[in-house]
């Protein structure tokens, strides 16, 4: 009896399920503790080996059974309150998967047209594409022409500038000659019944220039003119008519 008072007294703040299960406890600290001395004597009898059984031995093992209670009493609230926080993140994760379901099935209309929206912009892209080669082809061909119009031009302003080198020579000589010529050599020339033929055609081309006929009684008419001289000296070579030059 002083045994199970001693338990009563050391689990009555531990709270079990029920006061019997205090009781029931009690009793079963008591009934270990008289397991153990019996087996205690049977050890001495069989081995002659003494083991001490103390009343603190008792303590020890109301307060283990305490202590272990309590371990195991955390480890249980450990364990169910990860279980709790579990089954509470599952809860929120099905709640959050169903509003993206809901919110998907909302979507699907709208993500159909941009669909279609898609297929008939990439449809359009490719028509314009292939318009867009179409006008390619016809730029890289006229640019082939005008890459070679603008050869061909070249050639001629070459074939010009050579035909120029070569004339600027006589051009400076006969302006030279022009600036030299006085009323003399005029008077001498008109004298001519019938000039040399290189003084004749140079003066068929001066009165060509000056829009007259090409004979020698033209250019005597001409040569008669004052301002003969002034007219060749101030002549606008740089714009000639197109009718004189194909004559």
Not at 127 to 135: F, I, S
Not at 184 to 202: A, H, S
Request: negative net charge.
């Amino acid at each position: 009896d002083a045994l199970l008072s001693v338990s009563e007294q050391y689990l009555a703040n531990v709270k079990l399920e029920s006061e019997e299960i205090n009781k029931a406890v009690a009793r079963a600290c008591v009934d270990v503790h008289l397991s153990i001395t019996k087996a205690n004597e049977l050890f001495y009898s069989e081995l002659r080996r003494k083991y001490y059984i103390t009343p603190k031995s008792y303590l020890d093992l109301i307060n283990m059974y305490v202590q272990l209670l309590a371990e195991k009493r955390e480890e249980y609230s450990v364990s169910r309150d990860r279980l709790v926080n579990g089954l509470n993140k599952l809860t929120q994760t099905n709640e959050v998967v169903d509003t993206m379901k809901e919110e998907l099935n909302k979507l699907q209309p709208i993500l159909k047209e941009k669909s279609e929206s898609t297929t008939k912009l990439i449809a359009q892209v490719e028509k314009e594409k292939e318009e867009a080669e179409k006008v390619k082809k016809v730029v890289s061909a006229e640019a082939a022409e005008v890459d070679k119009s603008t050869a061909e031009t070249q050639a001629i302003k070459d074939d010009a500038q050579k035909d120029l080198d070569q004339a600027l020579p006589a051009l400076e000589g006969a302006t030279k000659a022009l600036n030299a010529l006085n009323k003399g050599d005029i008077t001498e020339i008109k004298g001519f019944k019938n000039p040399p033929p290189l003084v004749g055609m140079t003066m068929e081309v001066v009165c060509i220039l000056l829009q007259q006929k090409a004979d020698w009684d033209s250019a005597k008419k001409v040569l008669s003119d004052i301002q003969f001289i002034n007219k060749l000296i101030g002549y606008d070579k740089d714009n000639i008519p197109e009718k004189v030059i194909k004559q």
